[in-house]
């Protein structure tokens, strides 16, 4: 049973728009909440973080908003640009900071 | 700074063969891990260390064995290799463990097993 979901396997938006990838759990238990990008033939880089005692943070062009009660997070990428083009996995941190939990990735296309 | 380093890029094993996926960073981090990526499923941690001469299993530890040699390296063994192991291997480091410490990835091993 897949305690990270993202349900959307890849998404295709304009240069200059908003791309809006979601993330679903199910473990409560997770304490923080990471976003990772992946270029292909490289590995994960990190990109963004929350903590589950807040329900936004903001860096540059993403934010990432928790919604603890849905059980849901979303990364928002403003404006989107050709080299956002690559992977996203969001991944949830257990309580004792030793294990994470990876969603299966959605690919991002930004068209120019 | 390399950052971290995985050898090697890519490997064909027949089924029953044994092979060490070798990993190293530079960074003087305290905890390594080893992921296994497969399509639609994310990453799926194998073994962590959290520090030098410990290791821990993770989520899918069946049919891997780890090294921790020292601070830098990591390595990762399949004793017996099963076409349920084709997969893309990841290595990651991070200074620590705990919500603060952001994981650093290698590029990845592609093991096929035929």
């Known amino acids: 049973d897949q305690q990270v979901k993202q349900n959307s396997p890849s998404l295709s938006v304009q240069e200059g728009r908003i791309s809006i990838l979601n993330c679903d759990y199910t473990?409560?238990?997770?304490?923080?909440f990471l976003w990772y990008k992946k270029y292909p033939a490289e590995g994960p880089t990190f990109l963004i973080s929350?903590?589950?005692?807040?329900d936004k943070n903001e860096d540059g062009r993403f934010t990432v908003f928790l919604n603890k009660s849905a059980k849901h997070l979303s990364l928002h990428i403003v404006p989107s640009q050709p080299g956002d083009s690559a992977v996203y996995f969001c991944?949830?941190?257990?309580?004792?900071?030793?294990?994470?939990?990876f969603g299966g990735g959605t690919r991002l296309m930004v068209k120019p | 700074n390399a950052g971290v380093t995985q050898t090697p890029k890519f490997q064909v094993l027949k089924t029953g063969q044994s092979m060490t996926l070798q990993c190293a960073q530079d960074?003087?981090?305290?905890?390594m891990y080893w992921y296994r990526q497969d399509p639609g499923m994310g990453l799926r941690l194998i073994y962590y260390?959290?520090?030098?001469?410990?290791?821990d299993k993770g989520e899918v530890p069946n049919g891997y064995n780890v090294s921790r040699l020292n601070k830098r390296e990591f390595s990762l063994r399949l004793e017996s290799a099963a076409p349920s192991q084709t997969s893309v291997y990841f290595c990651?480091?991070?200074?620590?463990?705990?919500?603060?410490?952001?994981?650093?990835f290698g590029p990845g091993t592609r093991l096929t097993v035929l």
């Open positions: 960074m003087n981090h305290n905890s």
């Open positions: 991944a949830g941190l257990n309580n004792a900071g030793n294990m994470l939990t």
């Open positions: 260390s959290a520090s030098e001469g410990t290791t």
């Open positions: 473990n409560s238990m997770f304490d923080y």
């Open positions: 990651a480091s991070s200074v620590g463990q705990g919500v603060w410490h952001e994981q650093f």
């Open positions: 929350i903590s589950s005692i807040k």
